[in-house]
């Protein structure tokens, strides 16, 4: 045999290539590095980013059953047509990637009829030859035992000693060595790994199958046979993305506007009647009460911002938390304290123009005379050390419910004032551009007669504010420059747990509970009209909260009690055609109680939902955000 160099080739050197140069003389060593560079590319192509696995079309490698310690390797294959070598190769043979290595069976053939199984005459010989250990048979286990079927491939060198058709024929001189992929079929109780004793350098493996094997059986049956093959490889053509999530192939592969969930999470969860969410985020989460009001918002940096009363310190007390809508692996967030000492309770909160928060918030529990409105307003870094600003102190008064809304050039503030003798709804109003308050005292909206159920919102430098009296609801809209009520219509009857949707200085719905199920105020123009129930609704709906997303959509999400008596958020979309509502699909599932939902629209996000839920006991009481995906 003619000698040969060592091969050359380093990957790590990175040479890409090799270049003939004049007056140079051509040696075997450059034309064999120059092979390896391309085998060596094209390997790592295979191996990173096509993967292990048959290709679709083929099943090769398939172990079977059915023989007494003994099974089938299947070509997967259908039979050559017996045209050319080449046809055969490309059509008619079964084949696998392995480590980035084209793998070929043409025919199938037992475990054992394989020429390095021990069985096989000559087994040893070659397999010394080769550089590898025979395969040992397999025999009857003494216990239940599972194997694994793997298989083996490496490569080894070929010269005219070993196959005497690469001598030129009229010449006499040998050709060119060749180099030879081979593989065998092995069992062992785990696929080799570097390090353990049957792993060989060299040599690439991969799980062909699981034999689960009885005690004193020898029949390997197939029911017992678990197929470990990576199937069905096949790169999918570009525009696949494009028709399936909407987003340009190369804007998804570089992680831009690709669905949180998968297509497969997000219509198991329709086919559950719930509505895709990314996962849950735990806003407040220990010991004690948190309730949540509507104190939910944007601020400028893509933060969602709440505001609730927390218990976890033992007295009940004003805390915020932020959620970056950036991150979106985020679990949970910390909570900060805007409050201390004495009871604080009830918070609204809003951002302002110049980026300023604003909260509010009553200084002792509901109905205590004592109870005062305050406010704190700054940088979100800095709210919690603000100085307090009062609201309302109208002594022996309950100055409490307050609800803040930011209009213009003023923050109203719509609440209860409850005294020994009179009990109304009143607003006060404050200018935000230099903090003063052009009413010296809360101007009278209405005479209350034991009623909470307020809520009120903004649109178009107007507040529209609704509210019950005790025997009627009423909605209006207030202008804050010069303080006209209009365009006010009432409805009578039972009416809690209020909330105000505005859409734009002409329009807006209010949404209520009479008890019997949800009703919907309508304003158009001037003109309201309603009271008109919500369509699906009943007794078991409650604490109605809705909003608009950025492309129109009106979503309602409310409280309902299902057949289990466990309560859970639900949600309704709005025909904006028709103005009939969807039927109730489950925010998610999660264990425990769920209530008190809130959310805010996200443009390019969708909907952030938050809500309450009293998993972990019904006195304790947690807040929980996820974002609902209303479009992919």
């Known amino acids: 045999m003619a000698s040969m160099t060592s091969s050359t080739f380093r990957p790590l050197l990175r040479y890409v290539n090799v270049r003939l140069q004049q007056g140079v003389p051509l040696v075997d060593a450059d034309l064999n590095e ?6 060596f590319e094209l390997r790592a192509f295979l191996k990173w980013y096509v993967g292990d696995g048959i290709p679709e079309g083929t099943n090769g490698f398939q172990i079977t059953g059915g023989l007494s310690n003994d099974f089938t390797i299947g070509a997967g294959a259908p039979a050559g047509s017996g045209s050319t070598d080449l046809d055969t190769a490309l059509a008619h043979t079964g084949r696998i990637i392995v480590d980035g290595l084209d793998v070929m069976i043409t025919t199938d053939l037992a ?9 096989q005459p000559g087994a040893a010989a070659l397999a010394a030859k080769l550089g590898v250990p025979v395969v040992p048979a397999l025999t009857t286990p003494g216990t239940a035992t599972t194997l694994v079927a793997y298989l083996d ?6 010269t005219p000693d070993d196959d005497p058709t690469l001598i030129l024929p009229g010449l006499g001189v040998e050709s060119c060595a060749r180099i030879k992929r081979e593989w065998a079929v092995r069992v062992g109780t785990a696929v080799p790994a570097p390090g353990s004793s049957d792993f060989l350098a060299g040599h690439s493996y991969t799980a062909l199958a699981t034999l689960n094997r009885p005690a004193a059986t020898a029949l390997i049956a197939s029911s017992g046979i678990t197929d470990r093959r990576q ?22 592969r570089g992680g831009t506007n690709r669905p949180l969930v998968s297509l497969r999470s997000a219509i198991n969860a329709l086919l559950a009647g719930q509505l895709p969410t990314t996962q849950e985020v735990a806003v407040a989460n220990g010991p004690g009460a948190d309730v949540l009001g509507k104190a939910v918002l944007l601020d400028n940096a893509n933060g969602l911002v709440i505001v609730w009363q927390s218990s976890q310190s033992g007295t009940s007390q004003v ?3 932020r959620i970056d809508l ?7 967030v910390p909570a900060t304290p805007l409050t201390s000492g004495g009871v604080h309770a009830a918070p609204s909160a809003l951002m302002l123009p ?42 022996a008064t309950s100055d409490q419910k307050v609800q803040a809304v930011l209009a213009g050039d003023y923050v109203v503030f719509v609440f209860d ?9 009143v607003y006060r109003r404050y200018r935000h551009t230099d903090n003063s308050f052009p009413d010296t005292v809360a101007v009278p909206l209405a005479t209350n007669s034991g009623s909470r159920a307020m809520h009120a919102a903004s649109a178009g430098g107007l507040v529209f504010i609704a509210y019950h009296d005790g025997t009627k609801l009423t909605a209006t809209r207030l202008n804050p420059v010069n303080t006209t009520l209009d365009s006010t219509t009432q409805a009578t009857g039972a009416a809690s747990e209020i909330h105000v949707l505005a859409l734009g200085a002409t329009s807006a719905l209010v949404f209520y509970n009479t008890g019997s199920g949800l009703s919907v105020l309508t304003l158009n123009g001037n003109t309201w009209t309603g009271p008109v129930a919500v369509s699906g609704t009943d007794a078991n709906d409650s604490q109605p909260s809705a909003v608009q997303d950025t492309d129109g959509t009106v979503w309602l999400m409310s409280t309902r009690r299902f057949s289990d008596n466990t309560n859970h958020v639900v949600v309704r979309r709005r025909n904006a055609a028709s103005g009939d509502w969807s039927a109730p699909q489950r925010l998610a599932p999660s264990p425990g109680n769920d209530g008190f939902p809130a959310a805010v629209p996200v443009p390019g996000q969708g909907i952030w939902a938050v809500w309450a839920n009293d998993r972990n006991g019904s006195t304790n009481t947690d807040l929980f955000a996820r974002r609902v995906i209303t479009a992919i």
């Open 34 to 39: 120059l092979d390896d560079v391309r085998k």
């Open 111 to 119: 475990f054992s009829a394989q020429p390095l199984h021990a069985s």
């Open 153 to 158: 491939v490496w490569e080894h060198l070929v």
């Open 231 to 252: 199937r069905r490889l096949l790169l999918p053509p570009a525009h696949l993305v494009l028709d399936t999530v909407g987003v340009d192939p190369l804007d998804y």
């Open 319 to 321: 805390a915020l938390a």
């Open 326 to 332: 950036t991150n979106p692996a985020l679990t949970s």
């Open 354 to 395: 110049n980026g300023d928060f604003l909260v509010a918030y009553q200084t002792a529990a509901s109905e205590d005379p004592n109870a005062d409105l305050k406010l704190k307003r700054g940088p979100l870094t800095s709210l919690a050390g603000a100085g307090e600003v009062t609201v309302s102190d109208t002594a």
């Open 417 to 425: 004032q409850q005294g020994t003798s009179t009990d109304k709804w």
